[in-house]
């Protein structure tokens, strides 16, 4: 890990050491696509270009689809490392996920037990499998 005063890391790149993302590419999508906000020394600034630098002591708030995530860079990683090491790279300030709605259980046409399921009542399942995730 990085202990310089002044080092930087590419945000792409820390986002892929930290475990945010599975691939560097999809970080750099990530921030070209949907932007991630820096706060630095209180100010706080949109970045939309995977080649900023980031710092220890930014704060970097992203969103993954309904969730938010708001995190403070602890130190810089040199490579892509086990999770545990991804864990220390980083302190999470993010909000608790948002509450996930219960859906009401599929109403079927045909009773328990009566078979295989029609080509109806497989789609009312993948449907509802669906709103699950």
Not at 58 to 72: F, I, K, P
Not at 77 to 94: C, I, M, Q, T, V
Not at 97 to 118: D, L, Y
Request: net charge positive.
């Amino acid at each position: 890990m990085t202990a310089l005063p002044d080092a930087s890391l590419r945000l792409d790149r820390w986002l892929w050491h930290a475990r945010v993302f599975k691939t560097k590419a999809g970080a750099a999508k990530a921030v070209q696509e949907d932007g991630v906000r820096i706060t630095r020394t209180g100010q706080t600034q949109r970045c939309e270009k995977p080649s900023f630098g980031v710092r220890v002591g930014d704060m970097v708030a992203l969103s993954r689809g309904r969730r938010v995530l708001v995190l403070e860079v602890v130190a810089l990683g040199e490579r892509r490392g086990p999770s545990a090491e991804a864990r220390a790279l980083y302190a999470d300030h993010s909000p608790p996920p948002p509450p996930r709605e219960v859906a009401p259980p599929p109403v079927f046409e045909r009773g328990e037990g009566a078979g295989r399921p029609t080509k109806k009542d497989r789609r009312a399942l993948d449907a509802l499998r669906e709103q699950e995730d």
